[in-house]
């Protein structure tokens, strides 16, 4: 069955510098990654969408890649700030009827 | 600017009771969803809707209903509420074709069964 996997600590990074969260996944071969934000007490928030023929695609401070032979999309955030504090959770597209998110990385930004 | 708005917050019920979870979406989304996520867990899809009048279930439908008379709403039903069914649960919508496109969600009900 298929399976994704998020970083499984928690990460805490020191403002300024750059995070990166990593989503591996296996049995399947998705032809979308989609990354969310969420904060606490909220749904998920939607911010980028990268395809399989793209291996990379930025947005402001965010990238992301995407690695069909690795199975694994990685997640960068730069110069990061206290307000990207918060939980990202990668959710790789399923051909099926399902849709599955990973569980998720928690990020700490330390002023 | 509503999004997707989900009624109640939080409910606290006892086991056997039960209740109905409302979202309803002012975006003219077609596709329309609902997951639970448990401490810990990723979001898992319980039933998710293509259209008014259709409905299919996820991964984890056991235990719940769900009706899509019009594109806005999509009530999710617990007949017999039982502990397992403690978890946030989360309403989402998106246009078209949900694999390429965002899914927009709405703030979760926390339902606690007791």
């Known amino acids: 069955s298929q399976k994704i996997e998020q970083n499984s600590e928690a990460l805490n990074i020191q403002e300024g510098k750059t995070a990166t969260l990593t989503c591996n996944y296996t049995?399947?071969?998705?032809?979308?990654l989609q990354w969310y934000r969420q904060d606490p007490g909220r749904g998920p928030v939607f911010l980028l969408l990268?395809?399989?023929?793209?291996k990379e695609k930025r947005k402001e401070r965010l990238k992301v890649t995407f690695d069909t032979t690795l199975k694994q999309s990685l997640f960068h955030i730069t110069a990061s700030q206290p307000a990207d504090s918060a939980t990202y959770l990668c959710?790789?597209?399923?051909?099926?009827?399902?849709?599955?998110f990973g569980t998720g990385t928690s990020l700490t930004v330390i002023p | 600017n509503a999004g997707v708005t989900q009624t109640p917050k939080f409910r606290i019920l006892k086991i056997g009771q039960s209740m109905t979870l409302q979202c309803t979406q002012d975006?003219?989304?077609?596709?329309m969803y609902w997951y639970r996520q448990d401490p810990g867990m990723g979001l898992k899809l319980i039933y998710y809707s293509v259209g008014a009048g259709i409905t299919d279930k996820g991964e984890v439908p056991n235990g719940y209903n769900v009706s899509r008379s019009t594109t806005e709403d999509f009530p999710l039903r617990l007949e017999l509420a039982a502990p397992s069914q403690t978890s946030v649960y989360f309403c989402a919508s998106s246009h078209r074709d949900r694999s390429n496109q965002p899914q927009h969600f709405g703030d979760g009900t926390r339902l606690s069964i007791l």
């Open positions: 990268i395809r399989e023929n793209e």
């Open positions: 975006m003219n989304h077609n596709y």
């Open positions: 959710a790789p597209e399923n051909t099926g009827n399902q849709f599955y």
């Open positions: 049995n399947y071969s998705p032809a979308y």
